[in-house]
Structure formats: C-alpha cells, structure tokens
C-alpha cells in the first residue's frame, strides 16, 4: 500500500516562494502519473501540474511560468517549486499518483499542506 505524505506548505508574502515535497513510502509504478493537486474554500479540486516517469509534464494555465514539478523516480518523490506566488495560489495542496490512461491500479492521495499566501 502507497502512502504519500507532502510537506514544505506554510505562509508566504505574495511575490515569494515555496517548495512542496511529496514522498511515497511504497513503490510507485513507472506507469503511474504523479501530479499536484490544489483546492480552495468553496472551489473544486483542480489540478496543478502533473509528470510522468519518462518526465513529461502538464501545468494549469494559471500557473505556468511561476511552478515547477520534478520528479525523481529512484527516491519516489515529486516536488513543486512555486515561485512568485499570489493570493490566488492560497488553497490545501494535495499531492497524487494515479496510474496513466491505458492502465489500471489503485490511486493515492496525500493528506494535503497548507499553503497561505498573504501579506
């Protein structure tokens, strides 16, 4: 069973920076997609960035330019560099692993972090 657990959320001046560390204890199949998550008050989840094991990725429009995803396949960890950030980036980030289309498995969610962007 796959456990991803985030950290590195916290308050942050808008302008400023943050990294985001997610780590899975167990293996994560090279077939699996890894991506970023946010969710505010009263808004549905939506998807940050995503990368695959070849390291491929995808990043909402709203972010593009401002956030970085990596991924390192041999540690089983994703990060997400977020740079520049606005109050609108305020939301509980969620890390995910999810296999890619065309394969079936089980999908993991972590437990989320908070991320506060305020002056």
């Known amino acids: 069973q796959v456990q991803l657990v985030e950290s590195g959320g916290g308050l942050v001046q808008p302008g400023g920076s943050l990294r985001l560390a997610c780590a899975a204890s167990?293996?994560?199949?090279?077939?699996?997609?890894m991506g970023w998550y946010r969710q505010a008050p009263g808004k549905q989840r939506e998807l940050v960035a995503g990368?695959?094991?070849?390291?491929?990725?995808n990043y909402a429009d709203s972010v593009k330019g401002r956030f970085t995803i990596s991924r390192d396949n041999a540690k089983n960890t994703v990060d997400l560099q977020m740079n520049s950030l606005k109050l609108e980036d305020t939301a509980v980030y969620y890390c995910?692993?999810?296999?890619?289309?065309?394969?079936?498995?089980?999908?993991?969610w972590g437990q989320g972090t908070q991320v506060t962007v305020a002056s």
């Open positions: 995910n692993a999810r296999p890619n289309k065309g394969y079936s498995g089980s999908e993991f």
């Open positions: 990368i695959t094991s070849g390291l491929n990725t």
């Open positions: 167990g293996r994560i199949f090279s077939f699996y997609v």
